[in-house]
Structures are given as C-alpha cells and as structure tokens.
C-alpha cells in the first residue's frame, strides 16, 4: 500500500498528495494518507469521499491515518479542486465556479491592435485549461467576439463543445445590428445575465 506522509503540512498540499497518489496506483488499490493537522484530515476527508475513494479513518495518539480505494476513472470527479475544499471545519468551501464576462472585442487599454491579439490569446489559452468557467457573457462591444468569421467565434464554439454556456447580451446584439452576425452562443436577456452574475462563485471582467 502507498503511504504519504502530510504531517505538518497544509491544506491544500495533503489534499494535492493524496490525489497524485491516487494516480499512481492502479484501480481498486488502497493508499494510506497520514496528517496531524485536524482541518486538513477534515478536508481531506471531505475531498477523497467527492472524489469516490471511500476514505476509512482512524486517529492514533494525535495522528490522522486516512486509508483510500483508487476508484474508477471519472473526469468529473478527478477535476476536483482540492483549494476549494480548505475551509475551516463548519465553514463552506468556497465555490470554484466562475463566470468569464468581456465587455469589449479586445483586452485592456492602449494599443487596439494589442489589445485584440490578447482576447483572443485568451480564448485560446482558456480552452486547454483544466477548470473552465461555467458561463461566457459578452456585452456591449463584447458580443464582436461571438460574430461570423472571427477567431474568438471559433474558440468560444470549442469552449460550447467543452461544456461552457456562451450568452450573448440580446440588447446589444439589436442595438449593433447584428443579429445575423452572431455565429455561437445563446442570444439572451439582462435578467437573465444578471441572475448567472449574481449566482457565480467570482466573475473575471475582460
């Protein structure tokens, strides 16, 4: 059995250990995770049932000694955030969800061109990320990046296919003209927007 030894270390780093030991071990294998740190057991604890291997503890002197069963592979479950499970014990984890909003067809001020090539090195950069944000809103000048024939397009319809809702502002698109532009995502309304802003664990503004 693979022991790892997290004593005197911190949440998240056992949470982190005991899932790349995990990994090492083959299917149906158990692992033997050691803390002496009590949130981190609790967390511990917490993130092992989430992630389906059935943790077994027992306490010796002041010792934590966790034993997990490698499950079955399951993307949902090995995408687990172990930083969104270090909390005080009684206290929520904070969420991991987040909602990406550009405001604009380009990022930051200065240099338009500049600022282009970086929103779209962001869309980019974003789909090979392990976390992805649950929702994609584009507003005002924002909805350039969901037209036909642009780059953005493109990847905010691979970012569709990965599973992020993509929502584009209806005022806007009317205001624009260019609702026979729009090539990806879900022409929607400000109640709507407002509701998935409001409802987000943080929201990162372009």
């Given at each position: 059995m693979l022991t790892i030894d997290t004593k005197?270390?911190?949440c998240p780093e056992p949470l982190i250990m005991a899932r790349n030991g995990l990994?090492?071990?083959k299917e149906?294998?158990?692992?033997?995770?050691?803390?002496?740190?009590?949130?981190?057991?609790?967390?511990?604890?917490?993130?092992?049932?989430?992630l389906?291997?059935?943790?077994?503890?027992?306490?010796?002197?002041?010792?934590?000694?966790?034993?997990?069963?490698?499950?079955?592979?399951?993307?949902?479950?090995?995408?687990k955030n172990p930083e969104a499970y270090c909390s005080a014990p009684g206290v929520p984890a904070p969420s991991d969800d987040y909602v990406v909003v550009a405001r604009s067809y380009r990022m930051g001020e200065g240099d338009e061109e500049l600022g282009r090539l970086l929103i779209r090195g962001y869309f980019n950069a974003l789909k090979g990320m392990d976390n992805l944000p649950t929702h994609i809103i584009m507003y005002n000048g924002g909805i350039n990046l969901a037209l036909k024939d642009t780059d953005t397009a493109i990847a905010l319809g691979e970012l569709e296919d990965k599973g992020v809702t993509v929502i584009v502002c209806g005022t806007c698109?009317?205001?624009?003209?260019?609702?026979?532009?729009?090539?990806?995502?879900?022409?929607s309304n400000m109640y709507q927007i407002a509701n998935i802003l409001a409802e987000a664990g943080h929201v990162i503004y372009l």
């Open positions: 005197g270390k911190l990994r090492e071990v149906g294998e158990k692992i033997l995770v050691i803390s002496d740190n009590e949130t981190s057991f609790q967390n511990l604890m917490s993130f092992l049932s989430d389906g291997a059935n943790p077994v503890a027992e306490q010796k002197g002041g010792e934590y000694l966790v034993e997990a069963t490698k499950p079955p592979e399951s993307p949902e479950k090995s995408e698109v009317d205001f624009y003209e260019a609702k026979e532009k729009v090539a990806v995502g879900r022409i």
